[in-house]
C-alpha cells in the first residue's frame, strides 16, 4: 500500500511540474509576442518660413449697350485703355493674357416670370490676368489700377495672389525635422513608461499646408493661402517606433 501510494504522489508531483513548466514557457513566449508588437505611434511636425516667389493677378473690364455691336464696340476701347495703363505702369506685355469674350443677354421677363421675347441689352466682359515673378510690380499695378474706374471704365479687380514655387524642396527638408520632432515625442513618453525607442516601423506624411504666418489652419486636403506674400510652410508626419 505505501509502495502505491509513493508512485501515485510522485506522479502527481511530476504532472504538476509539467504544468508549471509549460505555464512559464507559455507566459515567456507571450511576452516576448507582447515585446515584439509594443509600438508607439506619435505625429511630429515642422514649420519654415517662406517668402512668395511668383504672383497672378487678375481683373475684367464690361460693357453694357442696347445692341451686342455696340457693346463689342465699347469693349474694344475698353481694352485698348486697359492696355495703356498696364504699359504706362511698366508691365510687360509677355506677361499679359486677355481671356475670351463673353456675353449677356438680358432677357425682359413678366410679373409671372415668363420671357416676353425682348431682350433689354447685352452685357460683355473679358478676363485679363498678369503673371510674374517681379512681386513687387504686380502689387504695384493692383493697387494703381483704381485710376481705371476713376477714368470711367466699368472695371473690376482681384485681389493679387502669392504663390511658392519651391514645395517640392520644401517638402523633403520639412519631412525629415518633422520625423525628428516626432522621435523626440516617442522618447518622452518612452521614457516615462521606462522604455526606449527602437527602429521606425511606419511613416506617413501628411498633405503639405502653406497658411498665412503663424495660422494654425489646416485641412486632411491641404490649405493654400495665397492671400499673403510671406507664408508658413507646415508638414506633419506620423511615425511608428517599435518599443524595447
Known amino acids: 500500500m505505501n509502495e502505491r501510494f509513493s508512485q501515485v504522489f510522485w506522479g502527481m508531483v511530476a504532472l504538476s511540474l509539467s504544468f508549471i513548466i509549460a ?12 515585446r515584439a508588437q509594443d509600438a508607439i505611434a506619435v505625429t511630429g511636425s515642422a514649420r519654415m518660413q517662406v517668402e512668395s516667389d511668383y504672383a497672378v493677378w487678375r481683373g475684367s473690364i464690361t460693357a453694357n449697350a442696347p445692341t451686342l455691336q455696340r ?13 495703356e495703363f498696364l504699359k504706362r505702369s511698366g508691365v510687360p506685355d509677355s506677361v499679359i493674357t486677355f481671356k475670351t469674350v463673353y456675353s449677356i443677354a438680358h432677357q425682359e421677363y413678366d410679373d409671372n416670370g415668363r420671357f416676353t421675347g425682348r431682350i433689354l441689352g447685352h452685357e460683355v466682359s473679358q478676363w485679363f490676368e498678369i ?33 511658392y514655387t519651391q514645395l517640392d524642396e520644401a517638402r523633403v527638408s520639412l519631412m525629415a525635422e518633422a520625423t525628428k520632432d516626432a522621435r523626440r ?20 506624411m501628411g ?38
Not at 505555464?23 to 507582447?34: E, R
Not at 513608461?193 to 511613416?203: E, L
Not at 503663424?214 to 485641412?219: D, G, P
Open 185 to 204: 515625442r516617442a522618447e518622452q513618453i518612452a521614457k516615462a513608461a521606462r522604455g526606449t525607442i527602437g527602429a521606425v516601423r511606419q511613416a506617413r
Open 131 to 163: 503673371r510674374s515673378s517681379d512681386i513687387d510690380m504686380i502689387i504695384k499695378v493692383a493697387d494703381a489700377a483704381q485710376a481705371l474706374m476713376r477714368e470711367g471704365i466699368p472695371f473690376n479687380s482681384n485681389s493679387p495672389e502669392f504663390f
Open 23 to 34: 505555464a512559464l514557457i507559455i507566459s515567456g513566449a507571450a511576452v516576448k509576442v507582447k
Open 71 to 83: 457693346a463689342s464696340l465699347d469693349l474694344a476701347n475698353y481694352r485698348v485703355r486697359v492696355n
Open 207 to 244: 498633405v503639405i499646408q502653406v497658411v498665412a504666418p503663424y495660422s494654425t489652419t489646416i485641412s486632411d486636403y491641404g490649405v493654400y493661402d495665397t492671400s499673403t506674400r510671406n507664408k508658413d510652410v507646415v508638414a506633419v508626419v506620423k511615425v511608428t517606433f517599435s518599443v524595447k
